[in-house]
């Protein structure tokens, strides 16, 4: 990129810049970026040498048409750029040959953003759904809403940096392949994986399931082998598993409810024997809000041999996980419901499970060499990959982690222990109440989410009543758990399930507003379909 003096420009400050003794320069997209992010006097010519140009700004800011630098000589921001896109090059001929290592991310320090103030980040909870009626969003377990940064960063991404990635060997292929290569490690970093190519990007976590099931599960489990799951499982982790029991004649095992509504640890020590080869389960239930003892069932799974996939769809985006930690040799991972788009999830792995496992799908990216006579595969985690990936979908999940991390999962953990007992209690205060789940006093607490019957009243008319009279939205069905819900006797239930953005406000609005659907529908004899 050519520069002289000439095209240097002082710029006044803004809540986009870096603060006094700043120039612009004004450039195009595709060279430097805003690098808003970066504090006054941290940009040195070897840090855009170090990192690339491009990297400082990527997180929080957009094209704007300048880039506003510390007060660098221009021979110095000449050198540095073009040394980065030197560099760049460099590693897009590495990649036409071998498998490029992903890129060291570190993301945002946490508490960078305040939890309590964090709610104007998500524009659409600022709608009203009926003119003088708010918004009250409480069906998070369903999925979450996405905050501005997210947004913009996919915008940003299909207007500026949108090509096909891998292989690529022009500009905008090696910025997009950068991108999602960098989201991969920020979703490594965010589960505390040690090695980004451990982390597989599928389109939700369904996939991710039955990735491992069609995969190392059939390549591995024979006849008579077992896998034990549990009762309260989301169908994504039951028909997987029922498919391959069909297909190779391996036998499911199902550890029940016990009466208070969490994870039966004697029974599931009565079904573990050498016959076990897996244990997949739910680290937070959808239903019954129970956080389930994962780190126990993984060392007591490995101690007859087995191995341990969770299902973390309903804990990553609301507490620190860890898969080293939990003992995991899988877990799964849900975009949307972490604040990213929807078409995102992700299987992580162990990486010698990943290695010994087949391919998934065949097609182009996952292929090492292929002639007429035959084919090879590429490496994790191109090999689970097949086609052209959901990039756009990936790196804004990558921008849904580092928003996350600015305001700390520890932070959530705490804001929705708050919820989660507020919840509890005020829906307790209904006339009829069934709740279902432990109560938050249990150890290890339970998740901010409820479900819950109310005697003369379908959950869908509730659900009904409340979004038209209140605004309030909830959910109500099965909730992808027939199993659990004829183990509780009931073919449906209502459910209110929050996230980092709500508030005790907006319980007690949802309770009351189910209070008056309730006395409305006994009242009218309207609710009688038996559930």
């Not at 804990?315 to 996980?321: E, G, L, R």
């Not at 003992?327 to 419901?337: L, M, P, Q, R």
């Not at 996952?366 to 994790?380: A, C, F, H, P, Q």
């Not at 829906?427 to 998740?447: D, F, I, M």
Request: hydrophobic share 40%; aromatic share 6%; proline share 5%.
């Amino acid at each position: 990129l050519p520069v002289s003096p000439a095209m240097m420009q002082p710029q006044q400050s803004s809540a986009h810049g870096i603060g006094l003794g700043a120039l612009a320069l004004p450039m195009s997209p595709g060279s430097l970026r805003t690098v808003a992010a970066t504090p006054l006097g941290t940009l040195s010519a070897e840090a855009v040498r170090r990192h690339g140009a491009r990297s400082f700004g990527q997180r929080t800011s957009h094209w704007r048409g300048s880039c506003t630098l510390p007060a660098l000589s221009a021979a110095a921001v000449a050198s540095a750029t073009a040394a980065s896109w030197r560099a760049r090059g460099a590693r897009a001929r590495r990649r036409s040959t071998q498998e490029g290592a992903a890129p060291t991310i570190v993301l945002p320090a946490k508490g960078r953003r305040d939890i309590t103030t964090c709610r104007a980040d998500f524009p659409a909870l600022a709608q009203e759904v009926r003119p003088g009626v708010p918004l009250v969003y409480l069906d998070n377990a369903a999925t979450s809403h996405k905050p501005r940064s997210v947004l913009e960063e996919m915008s940003r991404f299909y207007s500026e940096d949108n090509s096909n990635v891998h292989r690529g060997m022009h500009t905008l292929s090696i910025r997009a392949t950068d991108a999602f290569e960098g989201a991969r490690a920020k979703v490594a970093k965010f589960i505390g994986a040690s090695d980004p190519v451990e982390v597989i990007f599928t389109r939700n976590a369904t996939e991710a399931i039955n990735l491992v099931a069609r995969t190392w599960a059939r390549a591995k489990l024979k006849a008579g082998d077992e896998i034990i799951t549990t009762a309260m499982e989301h169908h994504s982790n039951i028909v997987p598993w029922q498919m391959l029991a069909e297909e190779t004649g391996v036998k499911l095992r199902f550890v029940r409810v016990n009466k208070e509504g969490t994870f039966d640890r004697d029974m599931f020590e009565q079904l573990l024997s050498p016959k076990t080869r897996l244990v997949s389960v739910s680290h937070v239930s959808n239903v019954l809000g129970c956080i389930n003892p994962a780190k126990w069932i993984a060392e007591r799974a490995h101690s007859v041999g087995a191995k341990v996939l969770f299902d973390c769809c309903q804990s990553i985006p609301h507490m620190p996980v860890k898969v080293h930690e939990l003992g995991a040799d899988w877990i799964v991972g849900s975009g949307h419901k972490m604040c990213g788009p929807t078409g995102s999830g992700f299987l992580w792995g162990r990486a010698e499970l990943l290695r010994e496992a087949p391919p998934f799908l065949g097609g182009g990216e996952m292929i090492n060499e292929v002639t007429l006579e035959g084919s090879t595969y590429s490496d994790i985690p191109h090999k689970f990959e097949a086609g052209t990936p959901a990039f756009g979908e990936a790196v804004a999940l990558g921008a849904a982690c580092d928003y996350l991390s600015e305001v700390g999962m520890e932070e959530v953990a705490l804001h929705e222990k708050a919820l989660a007992e507020h919840l509890w209690r005020r829906v307790g205060e209904l006339p009829g109440v069934t709740r279902y789940g432990p109560s938050p006093s249990v150890e290890g607490g339970r998740a901010a989410l409820l479900c819950f019957n109310i005697d003369g009243c379908h959950p869908n008319d509730v659900a009904t009543f409340v979004d038209q009279d209140a605004g309030v939205a909830m959910r109500s069905g099965h909730h992808c758990c027939q199993p659990l819900h004829r183990e509780l006797g009931v073919t449906a239930t209502a459910r209110l399930s929050t996230y980092l953005y709500n508030t005790t406000e907006e319980i007690d609005l949802a309770v009351d507003a189910i209070r008056d659907a309730a006395e409305l529908l006994r009242g009218a004899g309207y609710s009688s379909v038996a559930i």
